[in-house]
């Protein structure tokens, strides 16, 4: 049964990971379309905030031990 948890846990954490790299995709999508330059600093945040919660998932993806 333990396997079968590892086996779950891992497809779980690939589902994050792919889900985060569409958030960031759409973050930089949206920072490409901003007209406002009031827009333009929250556009650039969320691109660093996707970016960063992608690399977190990444880092803590390799069994846990970085």
Same mark, same amino acid.
């Given at each position: ?18 889900? +985060?790299?569409? @958030?960031?995709?759409d +973050? ?19 691109i @660093? ?18």
């Amino acid at each position: 049964m333990p396997y079968l948890k590892r086996q779950s846990a891992a497809r779980q954490h690939e589902q994050s990971v792919q889900e +985060a790299l569409r @958030e960031w995709k759409d +973050a930089v999508a949206y920072f490409e379309s901003v007209r406002d330059p009031e827009l333009i600093d929250f556009a650039a945040y969320g691109i @660093e905030t996707a970016r960063r919660k992608y690399m977190f998932l990444l880092k803590h993806g390799r069994g846990g031990t970085d």
